[in-house]
């Protein structure tokens, strides 16, 4: 038999003949939506006029405020609801795949007749303010989503995420007030998420602990440390520790004077800019450069790393360790991004809504970061129909963030791939 | 700051040991449990005795706790907030040598336990309307920490007041944040600086609030924070204390503060009961026992109309002759 | 996610069993050997870091100490006394408030602290067992407050709605809770089974959904506030539908003690006696092997999910009618969803280990409140030395490694191979 | 460049993997290695790889004695690894899976991709692959993985490459294929580590044989020495190397599998209209190549594929619809493909694993209650007939070694009343001395008149057991062709070639 005339097996990628799998599942949410829709803003219509604002009164640009009369408004959008979901039915029946986009434009449809309705009454919605506040509630989720996304991608998953925002926040606060730099307390929140990191990694990596385990155990720990040593330290010496600080914002010349997206974006403290840098760093870096390939060699096939040479425990260790100082960075957000102090367990969860975050944006910096905004909102929406007064009680609205959770893991998301080490130790 | 050994610093020992339990907020809450303690401490230090304080984490804390105290041989308790209200019933009666007092709560009918109570929304009445009086673009505004009557008692006092000085004055200065008829309004969820509360103060800059009154513990500084940074110059008021006092970093915006006398009155439920003269009436602040009140205006003294104060005498006058009454569904039912 | 069951799965313990002494080493050896660096051995010492551990933040954070420390140099004896007085002092209240109060006049009261050790322990035992029903089918359950919040409501809803005799009202009621937990972590077990939403992140929102769902029922009129008041609090449980103290009410310790041995032996019955156990352990240890077997891997999950959050909801339960009978607020859940992971994780998800964990951390948190009532140290520390105690457990190499202990079974640990050719 | 080990001694715990093993490997030669499994073979080649670190003895090259801290360092050195189980990450694309370990970058840390493509299409052209570098691994077709790998190590200038298994999971023609690419290779002056476990490679392309038995050579052979020869220096004593059996009784067709197509997640045809059927005392072999939709073809017939179309009725009953429950009452007897991942409970005992898909009614459960003393007097007899090697019956099963795992899942599957047999590489990863014993159990079935469906990639199965014999590949049927079809037919039909081209150009 001569080699080099044997049949060259077909080398192309196996393409097998392929049918469309019908998922139901799109419709059958819109569905629940357009209900929602009809029930909320037809039979529960409201009578009176909703009014859009969008300036507000120092802008320099003003864009005028629009008013809408809220039930008409509020029917025909119900009915676009209606119909687009049945074109979704329509359209799986036929076997084509809902696309994203149509999803998206039923939810901005959704939520502009869902404002129409809540927001009725005489005092205006204030549109910028409504996105300003998701955007500052989501900068915490942002670092801790980051920080979700680089552990996860190398093999480790971060549940201490919440700890390592914990840790940031308490000592930022000491050594910031402490020291009277806020520059220092930025660095020593890096230094407590990468402590933190340290003994997630510790854990899970030499010692092959389960890691939600640890990650879970490491946010009870922290939240006792914390409590402990504001009881003892922070509280015992109010006169020189915990001083109110907070980063003064440094609105971006030119571009923070644009109507709505300057303040919203445009006019924040430098913690939010890293935030913005970081996102476009871990997304370049992820994807782009030798470190990224590196990492997401280790988390995905740890022993083919391994045989080229990469030090997979090793990438490992120090990844979660970066990925503990941008989560503990995050956690300065809470004091000198925000309320200038620490309090105890001030954090709240967030650190899992980061989480929420990492696999609702399947393991994409960018993506993790639009689901982080989508909390934001969530949150923010909640705050803004409270003050304008809505028919909702509070509780509902407090409830809508965990809501679109569920709804995000459960519906949109599916069984999304995550790295194939993801949580499994690397033993040779 | 003290710990609980070291009250013990002036002359005249005695046994007497006054003990306190927070609620679920903590002592540092900057609010009714950190008044209490202050109060406690106070008048600790004045009669010379030692005092032992626990703090409470959750609901399930308060029994363990009350009876940890019992067992340190306390002589008089008392329990910070309504939440501890079983808790303490329960203890008393299973201890009857031991003295209770509870803050916030007049459900308990027991020869050992003395309420601690406030007429909060007569205080609120007078800082309602003088923020209706200082308003110059018609709007005000409050929120809260949570939905509970503790802290619906300033708002409906709040609105109140604003609605009493649209009457006098014929003016149409609306309320932003609480709605008294429907008791909606709203609210940040807890009783944390942080982020929710302020962008729910943010909220209500933006609804063309210049006055805000937050209600809860140190969600106040969340709205400093977003007062300063709307670069607008609007007013905050402040409750509990006087704020001006307890945090002089938000001098310059305070208006004045809705004062609920914790801190005097545990002040002299402790003495009382030190002195031998323990009753199980309950203590009710109001304006008239001066146990809540209106501070004084300090800063904004000279921005506010001159015929303010004395339009505020008046009608504390009146709320004391009853001549004005102040109700609300959050008012303690003697 | 089998290691979430024993977070030492590379640990052959096991192997203790094998009766295949090398010839180098004697019986005796080999079982000094085992039993030096077995599980029993490591627990205890994980305790022992863990309290001193908690030692060290309770001297560093003593203001004797810190005066002391500053003329360390010139006096050093006085640092360690005022540790030993600020360490000794913390623990000796720790095991008065947790087991006996040695300064009381009777043997009555006494033993109060381990009345209330029982009486802690109760609701981290429901809660225990709750968790670790959830481990052994692969599911982590960090959902215990939003079971024992529903499971607790429900209890209680009950009991004051549907006014009944006595043992009738409670054994309904306690009924009702179980359904509560069920219904809740159902939920869970049954969008993993349809959707594949990860079980973590869904446990973790519901307890925020059902946080804020009972504090708007409990300031709802007609739903669960009790009527005439503004509080968001619910109404008194009725005295027939209250659990009874075990031994009076001089003790907190009610008959709910009593039903967390009940449950525990339930447990135990269910898991290792019961064919639905068989599944869930076949589910927990390879859900790929149990669906080829004809297993119906989902069925199992929501099953599972279901029981599981009905022993959580036990501890809601007891919550509501035994800890605070005169009506509950929404913070009742008092953080114990939480500790009911520590406890599963201390206790491997065995009954009995799950029993021991729910009275060890009851104690530790007991003995808490007297430390925290005497010696001003805030009762974080417990947290702290909770978790570390899991963290240590979970990582015996690390044990072994600070006190230089040996391998268990070390050297005559055999392969696969030669075990199986020989045999 | 010349490779040597001298007296490698790797130990596991107490296990000794590798006992003083010496070889050398000269310039331009092929070395080939045999052993049964877990003989020590990929230990070994992990030990030169850097992969462990030896215990004792020393690696040298061109005399050199060499200190491999990890891969890395071996690469460096000139060894190259093409792997037992691919080392690729399955979501990169080929010129990652190249350039991962020694990416170059350009400005602002930026992989140089541009590079790494052209040192993918360079070497290809060199050897005549044809690899596209964008092409994402996982969709590749195993052969052009393997050629991917072969690609990793050349990028790297290997100058001695180490093929561990590389056959396995190949076409014959693709195996010829790389018998050729290694010629090449030693022409060039590559120095060679073949491992495999067909005697019929070695004596192709060996230029030299060295046989390992638990853990230490025991001899060297010359690539003339015969099949029965190899045999019996690798296991220790004379092997039989074919199944005894009887003609097939021609019997009523009892499963009948129509039509059959199964898609999956991603709504790829995996497999395509399939029909075929099997009668009583009957085997049909399913033979192809790794990954042509034998595993979901036998996945559907036990219902545990969710999205099937077509029909499978056995004795007349539908069984498509139905639940694994329902599949497994009906008396439908399965071994899985991957025993460990679908077969066992690794944490349970045998005992365990033999009624672990018995869960439900007697004889092992009553009311709710599981009826121990049954489930252990059941046991203790099962592993006695088929002779389990075990401490006891409550010795966990992932202690156990493969081919006892296997006798238990085959203990299980063929105590219940069987109807029809499904195994799926039953005798993978077995020694030879199981491979026989399973063999005679599957063959004793079918003569018991249950019909039996064998699923192997391995030709010598395939041949071994098949009364006819079907061929897979991308997910359809070739053909189906009596069971003693020449092995060359076979190999083309694998490749997809249909049985009458296919019998033309063998
Ligand atoms: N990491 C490890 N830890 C413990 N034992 C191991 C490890 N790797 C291999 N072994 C054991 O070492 C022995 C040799 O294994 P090895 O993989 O080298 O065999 P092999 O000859 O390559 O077999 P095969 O033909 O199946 O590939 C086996 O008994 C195996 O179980
Ligand atoms: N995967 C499945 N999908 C749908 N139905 C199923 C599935 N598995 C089982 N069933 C049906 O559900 C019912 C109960 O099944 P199960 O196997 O638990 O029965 P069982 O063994 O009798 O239960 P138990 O032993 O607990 O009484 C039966 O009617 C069975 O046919
Ligand atoms: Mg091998
Ligand atoms: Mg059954």
New interface residues.
């Given amino acids: 038999?001569t080699?080099?005339t044997?049949?060259?097996?077909?080398?192309s990628?196996?393409v097998?003949?392929?049918?469309?799998?019908r998922s139901w599942?799109v419709p059958i949410a819109l569905s629940v939506f357009a209900l929602g829709a009809v029930v909320l803003f037809i039979f529960f219509a409201r009578s009176g006029h909703t009014e859009f604002?969008f300036s507000?009164s120092?802008d320099f640009f003003r864009i005028p405020d629009v008013t809408v009369a809220s039930a008409p408004v509020g029917i025909v959008l119900a009915i676009v609801t209606v119909v687009m979901a049945l074109l979704s039915w329509a359209a799986v029946a036929r076997g084509i795949r809902v696309p994203m986009w149509f999803t998206a434009l039923f939810a901005v449809v959704f939520m502009v007749g869902f404002l129409a309705w809540a927001a009725q009454g005489d005092?205006?919605l204030?549109v910028t303010?409504l996105l300003?506040?998701a955007v500052?509630?989501s900068v915490p989720l942002v670092f801790g989503a980051l920080g979700g996304v680089i552990g996860e991608r190398a093999g480790v998953v971060n549940?201490a995420i919440e700890g390592q925002l914990l840790g940031g926040a308490f000592c930022s606060a000491l050594v910031a007030s402490a020291t009277g730099s806020m520059t220092l307390g930025l660095v020593a929140a890096a230094i407590a998420g990468v402590l933190v990191a340290f003994?997630l990694a510790a854990?899970a990596i030499k010692?092959?602990?389960?890691q939600?385990?640890?990650g879970?155990?490491?946010n009870?720990?922290v939240?006792?440390?914390t409590?402990?040593g504001?009881?003892?330290?922070l509280?015992?010496?109010?006169e020189h520790l915990n001083k109110?600080m907070?980063l003064p914002?440094l609105p971006i010349p030119g571009l923070s004077e644009i109507p709505v997206i300057g303040p919203v974006f445009f006019d924040h403290s430098i913690i939010v800019y890293i935030a913005y840098v970081a996102v476009a760093a871990v997304w370049?870096?992820l994807f782009?450069?030798?470190?990224g390939?590196?990492v997401?060699?280790v988390g995905?096939?740890p022993?083919?790393?391994?045989?080229?040479?990469?030090?997979v425990n090793g990438t490992r260790f120090w990844n979660v360790s970066l990925a503990g100082a941008i989560a503990g960075l995050g956690g300065a957000f809470?004091t000198l991004g925000?309320?200038?102090?620490f309090?105890?367990e001030?954090t709240?969860?967030q650190g899992?809504i980061a989480?929420?975050a990492v696999?609702f944006g399947r393991w994409d910096p960018i993506r993790a970061t639009l689901a982080a905004l989508l909390f934001g909102f969530a949150?923010?929406l909640q705050?803004?129909l409270?003050?304008?007064?809505s028919p909702v009680?509070?509780?509902?609205l407090?409830?809508l963030p965990?809501?679109v959770?569920?709804f995000a893991?459960?519906?949109l998301v599916?069984?999304s791939r995550a790295p194939?080490a993801d949580g499994t130790p690397y033993v040779? | 700051p003290s710990t609980s050994g070291d009250g013990s610093t002036s002359a005249k020992k005695s046994d007497f040991l006054p003990c306190m339990i927070s609620d679920s907020g903590g002592f540092d809450d900057h609010s009714f449990n950190e008044l209490g303690y202050n109060g406690l401490v106070s008048a600790s230090k004045s009669l010379g005795v030692e005092y032992k304080k626990a703090e409470s984490k959750t609901d399930a804390d308060y029994a363990p706790n009350i009876s940890s105290m019992v067992s340190q041989n306390c002589n008089l308790i008392i329990t910070v907030g309504f939440n501890l209200a079983d808790a303490t019933k329960a203890a008393a009666a299973q201890n009857p040598d031991t003295k209770f007092a509870i803050i916030d709560d007049n459900s308990i009918t027991a020869d050992n336990v003395q309420p601690i109570i406030f007429d909060t929304a007569q205080a609120a009445f007078l800082g309602g309307y003088a923020a209706a009086s200082y308003s110059k673009s018609g709007v005000v505004g409050t929120f809260g920490g949570q939905q509970i009557p503790t802290v619906t008692i300033f708002m409906d006092g709040f609105a109140d007041g604003v609605a009493y000085y649209n009457k006098q004055k014929n003016k149409d200065v609306k309320v932003v944040g609480w709605n008294v008829d429907s008791q909606k309004g709203s609210f940040t969820g807890g009783f944390d600086a942080n982020d929710t509360a302020q962008n729910t103060a943010q909220g209500i800059i933006d609804q063309g609030a210049d006055v805000i009154m937050p209600v809860g513990g140190p969600i106040y500084q969340s709205a400093a924070t977003a007062i300063k940074n709307s670069g607008k110059s609007i007013a905050m008021i402040g409750v509990d204390a006087d704020v001006y006092n307890t945090d002089p970093s938000v001098r310059s915006i305070l208006l004045t503060s809705v004062q609920k006398g914790i801190d005097p009155s545990v002040q002299a439920v402790v003495k009382a009961a030190a002195d031998g003269k323990f009753s199980n009436t309950p203590y009710v602040g109001t304006l008239k026992n001066n146990g809540v009140g209106l501070a004084p205006f300090h800063d904004f003294a000279s921005k506010v109309d001159p015929g303010l104060q004395g339009e505020i005498d008046k009608i504390k006058a009146g709320i004391i002759d009853g001549s004005i009454t102040v109700t609300s569904p959050a008012s303690p039912k003697s | 996610m089998s290691e979430t069951t024993q977070p030492q799965t590379t640990e052959p313990e096991q192997q203790a069993s094998a009766p295949t002494p090398s010839p180098v080493t004697t019986r005796g050896q080999q079982a000094l050997r085992d039993i030096m660096g077995g599980s029993f051995v490591i627990s205890v010492l994980a305790v022992f870091l863990a309290l001193v551990a908690g030692a060290v933040l309770i001297a560093l954070t003593d203001p004797g100490v810190q005066h002391a420390s500053g003329y360390f140099f010139a006096r050093p004896g006085d640092t360690f006394r005022a540790i030993w007085t600020a360490v000794g002092g913390a623990y000796t209240s720790l095991f008065q408030g947790a087991i006996f109060n040695t300064g009381a006049f009777t043997f009555a009261s006494g033993i109060q602290p381990l009345m209330n050790t029982l009486s802690a322990a109760t609701p981290l035992i429901f809660g225990g067992l709750g968790i670790a029903l959830a481990f052994r089918i692969g599911l982590f359950n960090i959902g215990g407050q939003g079971q024992i919040l529903i499971g607790g409501a429900f209890a209680g809803w009950v009991a004051w709605s549907f006014p009944m005799p006595f043992p009738l009202a409670l054994i309904v009621a306690i009924l009702a809770g179980i359904v509560g937990g069920a219904v809740w972590a159902g939920i869970v077990g049954w969008l993993k089974a349809q959707t594949g939403a990860h079980e973590v992140i869904v446990t973790i929102m519901l307890n925020y959904i059902a946080f804020y769902l009972i504090s708007f029922l409990l300031r709802t009129p007609g739903a669960l506030q009790a009527p005439g008041t503004n509080n968001p609090k619910s109404p008194a449980i009725p005295a027939a539908a209250q659990l009874p103290g075990l031994f009076g009410i001089r003790y907190t310790v009610t008959w709910a003690f009593v039903l967390a041995i009940a449950a525990a032996f339930a447990y135990w019955w269910l898991m290792s006696r019961s064919n639905l156990g068989f599944r869930f352990r076949a589910v927990g240890e390879n859900p790929s092997a149990a669906r080829t077997a004809g297993i119906g891997v989902e069925r199992m999950y929501i099953y599972g999910m279901a029981i599981a959050g009905g022993f959580v909801g036990l501890a809601g339960v007891n919550q509501v009618l035994a800890t605070a009978p005169g009506g509950f607020s929404s913070g009742f859940d008092a953080g114990l969803g939480f500790d009911a992971i520590t406890v599963a994780l201390l206790g491997r998800s065995r009954p009995l280990g799950v029993f021991i964990a729910g009275l060890l951390f009851g104690a530790l948190k007991s003995g808490g409140y007297v430390m925290q009532a005497a010696n001003n140290i805030p009762i974080d520390i417990v947290l702290i030395v909770q978790s570390l105690i899991v963290l240590f457990i979970a990582a015996p190499p690390l044990v072994r490694a600070i006190f230089g202990l040996p391998k268990p079974g070390g050297a005559p640990r055999r392969s696969r191979r030669t075990v199986a050719k020989e045999a | 460049m010349k490779l040597e080990l001298k007296g490698i001694t790797k130990r596991f715990g107490s296990l000794t993997a590798n006992d003083h093993i010496s070889l050398t490997v000269e310039p331009g030669e092929v070395h080939c290695l045999l052993g049964e499994n877990g003989a020590g073979k990929s230990t070994l080649m992990n030990v030169l790889y850097g992969l462990y670190q030896a215990d004792e003895g020393e690696i040298l090259l061109d005399d050199a004695v060499q200190h491999f801290a990890g891969p890395g360092d071996a690469m460096k050195a000139g060894i190259g690894m093409v792997h037992q189980h691919f080392m690729l990450v399955p979501v990169f694309t080929v010129a990652e899976n190249v350039m991962l370990g020694h990416e170059q970058t350009k400005g602002l840390g930026r992989l140089d991709l541009p590079a790494a493509r052209a040192k993918v299409r360079e070497i290809s052209r060199r050897f005549g692959f044809d690899v596209d570098p964008d092409a994402i691994v996982e969709q590749l077709p195993v052969g052009v993985q393997q050629r991917v790998e072969i690609i990793k190590a050349l990028s790297r200038d290997a100058q001695v490459l180490v093929f561990d298994e590389p056959t396995a999971v190949l076409t014959p023609q693709e195996t010829d294929e790389l018998m050729g690419i290694m010629r090449q290779l030693k022409e060039q002056g590559t120095g060679i580590v073949f491992i495999t476990h067909k005697l019929r490679e070695v004596r192709e392309v060996a230029d030299r044989i060295t046989v390992i038995r638990l853990g230490k050579v025991v001899g060297e052979a010359s690539p003339t020495a015969s099949n029965a020869e190899l045999a019996s220096l690798m296991v220790g004593r004379a092997v039989e190397l074919t199944v005894h059996k009887d003609p097939a009784k021609a019997a009523d067709a009892a499963l009948v599998v129509d039509r059959l197509t199964v898609l999956d997640a991603l709504g790829q045809k995996v497999v395509n209209d399939v029909s075929f059927e099997v009668r009583q005392g009957e085997i049909l072999a399913v033979a192809g190549v790794q990954g042509n939709g034998q595993t979901e073809l036998t996945e559907a017939l036990l219902g545990l594929q969710p999205h099937v179309e077509g029909s499978i009725t056995l004795d007349g009953t539908e069984l498509v619809g139905k639940g694994v429950r329902q599949v497994l009452d009906a008396g439908v007897g399965f071994v899985p493909e991957d025993r460990n991942e679908d077969g066992l409970v690794g944490e349970f005992t045998i005992a365990e694993n033999l009624m672990l898909d018995r869960s439900s009614g007697a004889p092992f459960v009553r009311g709710a209650n599981l009826q121990t003393k049954t489930l252990n007097a059941f046991a203790e007899e099962k592993v006695k007939e088929f002779d389990v090697r075990a401490q006891s019956i409550q010795t966990h099963v992932g202690r156990l070694s493969g081919g006892n795992q296997q006798k238990v899942v085959l203990a299980r599957e063929l105590s219940r009343e069987l109807r029809l047999l499904v195994a799926a590489q039953p005798t993978r990863g077995l020694d030879v001395g199981s491979i026989e014993f399973v063999h005679k159990r599957i063959v004793a079935t079918r003569d018991e008149g249950v019909p039996v469906v064998v699923v192997s990639t391995e030709l010598d199965e395939v041949v071994a057991l098949a009364d006819r014999i079907a061929v897979m590949y991308r997910g359809g049927i070739v053909g189906i062709v009596p069971g003693d079809t020449p092995r060359e037919v076979l190999g083309l039909m694998m490749a997809g070639e249909a049985p009458e081209s296919a019998g033309e150009a063998a």
């Fill in positions: 038999m080699t080099a044997a049949p060259v097996p077909d080398a990628p196996i097998l003949e392929k049918v469309e799998v599942k604002r507000q120092e005092r205006p204030p303010s300003l506040g500052t509630l549940v003994i854990f010692y092959l602990v389960d939600v385990i640890v879970v155990v490491i009870v720990l939240t006792g440390l409590n402990f504001y009881s003892k330290v509280a015992a010496d109010p109110r907070t914002d370049y870096g782009h450069t030798k470190w390939l590196r997401r060699a995905e096939h022993k083919a790393a391994d045989t080229v040479g990469i030090n809470f925000s309320v200038g102090l309090t105890k001030m709240a969860g899992y989480l929420a696999i949150t923010n705050n803004t409270g003050i304008i007064g009680p509070s509780e509902f407090l409830m965990y809501l959770t569920i893991v459960a519906g599916g069984k194939a040779k």
